[in-house]
């Protein structure tokens, strides 16, 4: 190993990398330095400390506060969107979520308050009112934490017909004429199968955007998919809604990674819960490192009855931060061919 | 970028389009900011956003189709569906709707058929068009090689189907928006209607640039002392001390921007679409001494898609400008560089939402910004950004020739210098009216030749605003004054209703409003309006789930998400209007 750094200059301090870093090939790149001011301030009324530019989930974090996220996941920018996460700040008007803001020195903050409880209960209504969160437990869980009722914004209305949702116009006025005010406006709708490797069932969709970030910047900077329409039209969708097969996919997956509700889903998994042959207690989970290449993503091999179902990968596990491509994802079909 | 493009070409025409759009791109900023008014280009000559012109467009910018989809179908005035090439958008929301705005939109009905029908001419419902003094409002879009686009006041059904088929639109002369015209007493308002907006000469000559050259006198500093001294407000709505923003752009490294926010949206407001249309030459000036005390050296004028007479000023006033050394490297000599980009919007409320706006400004679709960072701090492409409304900045003329002190002395403590206030509904002279805080809302529906009918309500703020009751008639109509009576200032909406409106019909056009506004970004309000509009539709129904008084406890838990949990002002306000009727006006009883 290289006593100097690319530029030829010698590192003051080089660390050692531990047992978790990726040993990368060349010389070793002089590391952050390790921020050295600590943050102090006040949760639920105890003191906590945390580094500079740390957020206000991972001082709750530090304190083993459980808070509900549903559009935060570590490998992922956050985008803030869903406001699960939100907590009262003293001094600030409306509540701030916690997955983004920064902690400051002094912030007074409530992570249980009756504020905070009536916008999380409210948020899971309003998504359970309007989206099929029956492959989401961690949501189902939730509601039981803060006891959620969808079901007092009446029932759910019809679901859209195939194609219906996509070609919704942005700002076409919703006079409600039509469908009866007693129902509730879902995104119910059909599933999108167009290809043989996953699914996409947006009436599961709570439109988290997790997806688009997988697709994108955030691991890998294919941008199949967007955000489009607006409002409570606002779908995840290619350019004109074309099938994946036309569009920039090159079904690595990674949106199905980070899929929160099960919207989207492997092809297999959706044909053994079609069948009603998909039975999670019967399943292992095996990691190993994916033969493929010298890069060495760790798979989970999830197998049922001797036959591998689905593949996943570990957030945890340093080497792509559970992100994948087709081939770790997807290419195993083989191995059931016995 | 390596991109995926499916087979479909561009024409020609469409290539030429974007073309001709890049070819004027500045080299300064990403390019990635041009992809609204490419999209704006190509929906204005071919009438729609085909998936080859989308395609060549993605390509040239280096933006992923399905990105540039997502951008296109955001707007209301872009369609990503092929559609007529003449379109009306009627407005029928709150100030049109009862003045014949739905009775068009019916006769649009029995011509045209349903809206969104019809191969050659077609017609939409519209929210708000920011003509609320001369309802029924309508905006004509005709797409083609020669497009146009025109805002029509008191719209009837023959000229307006006349004018889609290609005749030319009679023009209301602008101090028909102004009652007061001829008042000497007036400030803001005083050239509208005296001068040609195309004229620089004109606008030099009564009184134009003195302030601007007053401030190359004074230097940056004193300006900004006295901008300060004046505790002008921001009057786009939040009413944020205008010192207070520019003390802290300054405060943080360049390259820094300019904002002027334009794009005025709110049901029930047209004042700074009076003043653009009227004095366009002000709004360049205010713009150039914002940035001459903040040091920003550029500046983007964000104007509403719906206001095309407006445009056609502003782009000639800037235009004249750069000729005349008023815009560009060494403005009079001064060493001060500074120039404007102005900017369309595409149809779309939440883009007056200043993150939003920002975000609509750099390409991507208009979904507000968490905050903080502030854009003052982290705005337009990253970098501290002035943002100020129209009326703002040109109250900044005036602060600068006679002084922060001398401006503070007019209007309240709090509430300092004149106002526009947005008269419309049911009242004898509609418009713009000027006004020094302090005046009482009794004074101002005087002033407007009084109501028409009995008096039943009184809407403040807009759709984002509250009513108040003709009990109230005395507030005093500042911010702090609003703010004591439950309602709220605003962007100065003044709307009485006499006792023929039904109000349900109101709160359900303004939860209709919400619902068809919402970005769509955050749960609290994607869900929440559409919860409150079909809540307030069981109530107008006589249908509620359990009784009224459970449907009134349950908007009130979403009015209470919405307002905490929402990441925007539009979510933390969708449910005012409809929380402040029903607390104050008994119309959701059981009959």
Known sequence: MSETTRNGATPLVQLAPDAMTPIPRGPLPILPSRPSKMIDLTVDGR?????????????????????????????????????????????????????????????????????????????????????????????????????????????????????????????????????????AASVAQPVKVDNDLYVRDYGKCILCYKCVEACGEDAQNTFAIAVAGRGFDARISTEYNVPLTESACVYCGNCIGVCPTGALMFKSEFDMRAAGTWNETAQTQTNTICPYCGVGCTLTVHVQADKIVKVTSPMEQPVTNGHLCIKGRFGWEWVNQR | MDLHFTSEQATPQEQAIVDAQVARMRGDIPQRSYLLPVLIAIQQRVGWISPGGLNYASNVLGVPPADVYGVADFYALLSTKAQALNVAHICDDIACANRGGAALCAAMEAALGPAGAGEATTWHHSPCLGLCEHAPAALVARAGETASSMLLPRATTGPLLAILAGAEPVRLPIETSLPQFGDASLKLLRRIGHVDPFSLTDYERSGGFAALRRAFEMGADAVMREVEASKLAGRGGAAFPAGAKWRSVLANPGPRYLVCNADESEPGTFKDRAVMEGDPYAVIEAMILAAFTTGC?????????????????????????????????????????????????????????????????????????????????????????????????????????????????????????????????????PGVYEAAFGITLRELLTLAGGVVGNLQAVLLGGAAGGFVTPEQLDTPLTFEGCRTAGATLGSAVVMPFNDQTDLRQVLLRIAAFFRDESCGQCVPCRVGVVRQQELLQRLSASAPIGDVASERALLKELGQAMRDASICALGHTASSAAESALSKFAIFQPR
């Open chain 1, 47 to 183: 003191a906590v400390s945390v580094p500079e530019g740390a957020t206000l989930i991972e001082a709750t974090r530090r304190l083993s506060i459980d808070t509900p996220t549903l559009c935060f996941l570590e490998n992922l920018t956050p985008v803030n969107v869903c406001r699960i996460c939100v907590v009262e700040l003293e001094g600030s008007r409306a509540l701030v979520p916690s997955c983004s803001r920064k902690a400051e020195a002094g912030m007074k903050v409530l992570t249980d308050s009756e504020r905070v409880r009536l916008s999380r209960r409210m948020v899971l209504e309003l998504l359970a009112s309007s989206v099929d969160v029956s492959t989401a437990p961690q949501f189902q869980e939730y509601m039981r934490r803060y006891g959620a009722h969808p079901e007092r914004f009446g029932a759910a209305a019809a679901p859209a017909n195939e194609g219906e949702r996509d070609a919704a116009v942005p700002g076409r006025h919703h006079t409600g004429h039509g469908h009866s005010a007693a129902t």
């Open chain 2, 297 to 429: 050296e550029l500046g983007f004028l964000y104007l509403r898609g719906e206001y095309p007479l407006a445009h056609q000023y502003l782009s000639y006033a800037i235009e004249q400008c750069r000729a005349q050394d008023w815009l560009g490297a060494n403005i009079q000599g001064s060493g001060f560089l500074f120039d404007i980009e102005l900017r369309s919007g595409a149809g779309a409320y939440i883009c007056g939402e200043e993150t939003a706006m920002l975000n609509s400004i750099e390409g991507y679709r208009g979904e507000p910004r968490n905050k903080p960072p502030f854009p003052t701090q982290v705005g337009l492409f990253g970098k501290p950004t002035v943002i100020n409304n129209v009326e703002t900045l040109i109250n900044i003329p005036g602060i600068v020739l006679e002084g922060g002190a001398a401006y503070a002395a007019i209007g309240t403590e709090r509430s300092t210098g004149t106002k526009l206030y947005c008269v419309s509904g049911d009242v004898s002279r």
